[in-house]
């Protein structure tokens, strides 16, 4: 059963992933990111320049690529669609959905921006998971 753990009323949603990201990596925690395709472009991105000198090693996952032994090695996988089988056991879900198949991890983590639609969804979410009977923990934002 997956430990859930909402960051609602995050203002820079990517730069808090980021961060996120960057700690889990030294961490040696592997990580799978979903979202939409132009998040991630922006979030593939961000993980070269978020802060000045850093970077967190990840590759962009299309839809029906194989799991290669380079993939493997690979601590942050960004997907746009459902990762392929054996994922890390963490995701960090940045869309507007319920995973597929959240049993699958660990922990999951949503980033939730103080977008009124983005909210609104996030509880949908919320109440999904919380019907499956998993635990919850809310972490609001400083103001948020």
């Given at each position: ?6 960051h609602?009323?995050?203002?820079a949603?990517?730069?808090?992933a980021?961060r996120?990201?960057r700690k889990?990596?030294?961490q ?7 979202a ?7 979030l ?9 000198q850093?970077f967190?090693?990840h590759l962009?996952?299309?839809p ?7 993939l493997?090695?690979?601590?942050v996988?960004?997907c ?6 054996p ?7 940045l ?10 991890f ?6 939730v921006s103080?977008?009124?639609?983005e909210?609104q969804?996030a509880?949908?979410?919320?109440r ?8 919850l923990k809310?972490h ?5």
């Amino acid at each position: 059963m997956a430990q859930v753990e909402f960051h609602t009323g995050v203002e820079a949603p990517l730069h808090f992933a980021c961060r996120l990201l960057r700690k889990a990596w030294r961490q040696g925690v592997a990580v799978v990111v979903t979202a939409p395709p132009p998040l991630l472009g922006t979030l593939d991105r961000e993980l070269w320049t978020f802060e000045a000198q850093e970077f967190v090693p990840h590759l962009r996952l299309r839809p029906g690529q194989p799991l290669d032994a380079g993939l493997r090695r690979t601590p942050v996988w960004l997907c746009e669609a459902e990762p392929p089988e054996p994922a890390p056991p963490v995701l960090v879900n940045l869309g507007a959905d319920l995973p597929g198949d959240p049993a699958r991890f660990e922990r999951i983590i949503e980033i939730v921006s103080p977008d009124a639609d983005e909210r609104q969804r996030a509880r949908q979410r919320w109440r999904g998971y919380e019907a499956r009977g998993w635990p919850l923990k809310h972490h609001a934002a400083r103001g948020g």
